[in-house]
């Protein structure tokens, strides 16, 4: 995004331009920023040449999935639906690695069914029941086992998943023992060792504890592993000074790690991959003004884009026209929701604005779209893909009908 001439661009399109064309709220993405991303993550770990799976819960749209797969990238999925979503973007099966705590079933049915590569489980009972579906299938069914490695990531609390209080994976001890159990099983191959620390990790510290914690249980456990996954989690830059992830840090310390295991890495980056590609465009609809503070009231709101309210997390707001005022009050933008938490960012003064005018959001491809509902019975935003000077629709807006 750039601005010319004071109108915000978004490649070579006018961001005016799109939200009169499609209306708001939209989300709006850029393809080269979202090649860019791959290109770059790729690039940063290609001396290790790691399998890496596209975390499909950031965001689950076809199109991008699609892209997704144009660029050799294979499917982190936590559900049924991500799965088959994954194939019809047309990932290979053998390039889908299916994370979570409670698989049911028919979930777990339709994983063996389409021999991906890996099912990476996260207690003894759910091992048990891909167990029992091997054998009525007669089959072989390779799996992952996820450590919880109890190390404390230092982000949000309500987005981590490595301590030992955190609902997944599996203590050391677990761990072990289900290696044990399961050693001679006829139907279950235990290939690969899983981790996963949290999410928006900006330190690579937090994973020089994990990759300790894994060179140990490797050694003690005494197990060959054809694959370590080492999740996601790198973090982006959501706000000025905001450290940068060290990617270089982290590929030497995987590097070291090779040296004594013989391992492929599998990655499942999603916002490091998405995040910043996208902006969610909104109309003003109000401003109310107090003796304190100016309410901006938005079209866009918590149904469709949740994580401040959900986080408390931060999105850098940015006007479509800019101009040389400025209003020194504090401006809250918040969306039309009944919910005191509808709420974007409070800040202390911005460029004058006017009602009917239109905002960015910025930073939204993940968990933006992914994440949203049809709360008080509002429909979906539409999704929108800029290519240099073109714009399409890669997913059409809700209409009410759909929901009622």
């Given at each position: 995004?750039?601005?010319?001439?004071?109108?915000?661009f978004?490649?070579?399109?006018?961001?005016?331009?799109v939200?009169?064309?499609?209306?708001t709220?939209?989300?709006?993405?850029s393809l080269e920023?979202l090649?860019?991303?791959?290109?770059?993550?790729?690039?940063?770990?290609?001396?290790?040449n790691p399998?890496?799976?596209?975390?499909?819960?950031?965001n689950?749209?076809?199109?991008?999935?699609?892209?997704?797969?144009?660029?050799?990238?294979?499917?982190?999925?936590?559900?049924?639906?991500e799965?088959m979503?994954?194939?019809?973007?047309?990932?290979?099966?053998?390039?889908i690695?299916?994370?979570?705590v409670g698989?049911?079933?028919?979930?777990?049915?339709f994983?063996?069914e389409k021999?991906?590569?890996l099912?990476?489980?996260?207690?003894?009972?759910e091992i048990?029941?891909?167990?029992?579906?091997?054998?009525?299938?007669?089959t072989?069914v390779?799996?992952?086992?996820?450590?919880?490695?109890?190390?404390?990531?230092?982000?949000?609390?309500?987005?981590?998943?490595?301590?030992?209080?955190d609902?997944?994976?599996?203590?050391?001890?677990?761990?072990?023992?289900?290696?044990?159990?399961?050693?001679?099983?006829?139907?279950?191959?235990v290939?690969?060792?899983?981790?996963?620390?949290?999410s928006?990790?900006?330190?690579?510290?937090?994973y020089?504890?994990?990759i300790?914690?894994?060179d140990?249980?490797?050694?003690?456990?005494n197990?060959?592993y054809?694959?370590?996954?080492?999740?996601?989690?790198?973090?982006?830059q959501?706000?000025k000074?905001?450290?940068?992830f060290?990617?270089?840090?982290?590929?030497?310390?995987?590097?070291?790690f090779?040296k004594?295991?013989?391992?492929?890495?599998?990655?499942?980056?999603?916002?490091s991959i998405?995040a910043?590609t996208?902006?969610?465009?909104?109309?003003?609809?109000?401003i109310?003004?107090?003796?304190?503070?100016?309410?901006?009231?938005?079209?866009?709101?918590?149904?469709?884009l949740?994580?401040?309210?959900?986080?408390g997390?931060?999105?850098?707001?940015?006007?479509?026209?800019?101009?040389?005022?400025?209003?020194?009050?504090?401006?809250?933008f918040?969306?039309?929701?009944c919910?005191?938490?509808d709420?974007f960012?409070?800040?202390?003064?911005?460029n004058y604005?006017?009602?009917?005018?239109?905002?960015?959001?910025?930073?939204?491809?993940?968990?933006?779209m992914?994440?949203?509902?049809?709360?008080?019975?509002?429909?979906?935003?539409?999704?929108?893909?800029?290519?240099?000077?073109?714009s399409?629709v890669?997913?059409k807006?809700?209409?009410?009908?759909?929901?009622?």
């Open positions: 995004m750039y601005f010319k001439k004071n109108r915000l978004i490649e070579r399109v006018e961001a005016l331009k939200v009169k064309k499609f209306g709220p939209t989300y709006c993405y920023k090649q860019n991303n791959i290109k770059n993550f790729q690039r940063s770990f290609k001396s290790i399998l890496i799976c596209f975390s499909v819960k950031s689950s749209n076809l199109q991008i999935l699609k892209e997704i797969k144009r660029s050799n990238m294979g499917a982190d999925v936590v559900s049924k639906g799965m979503q994954a194939l019809k973007a047309g990932i290979s099966p053998k390039k690695v299916f994370s979570g698989k049911k079933s028919e979930e777990l049915k994983a063996i021999k991906i590569l099912i990476n489980a996260e207690s003894e009972s048990y029941e891909i167990e029992r579906l091997a054998k009525l299938k007669k072989i390779d799996i992952g086992i996820r450590l919880n490695p109890n190390i404390d990531a230092k982000t949000l609390k309500k987005i981590s998943t490595g301590r030992s209080e609902k997944f994976g599996l203590t050391e001890k677990a761990f072990l023992n289900i290696l044990k159990n399961f050693k001679g099983s006829n139907y279950i191959k290939k690969c060792l899983s981790v996963h620390i949290g928006q990790i900006t330190d690579y510290k937090p020089v504890k994990m300790n914690v894994l140990k249980i490797i050694q003690k456990s197990h060959f054809d694959y370590v996954d080492l999740g996601g989690g790198m973090g982006i959501y706000e000074g905001t450290n940068l060290n990617y270089k840090k982290y590929n030497v310390m995987i590097k070291k090779l004594k295991h013989n391992v492929k890495i599998i990655f499942e980056p999603g916002r998405i910043n996208a902006v969610l465009l909104s109309q003003i609809i109000y109310k003004n107090t003796a304190k503070k100016k309410f901006i009231i938005l079209d866009a709101a918590m149904n469709d949740m994580r401040p309210a959900l986080y997390s931060y999105h850098n707001i940015i006007p479509l026209l800019k101009n040389n005022k400025k209003n020194n009050k504090i401006h809250d918040v969306g039309p929701v919910e005191t938490t709420k960012l409070s800040v202390k003064g911005f604005l006017k009602e009917k005018e239109y905002v960015a959001i910025s930073d939204v491809g993940a968990y933006g992914s994440l949203s509902s049809n709360y008080n019975l509002r429909p979906k935003a539409s999704e929108v893909m800029i290519e240099n000077k073109s399409k890669i997913l807006r809700q209409k009410l009908t759909n929901i009622i």
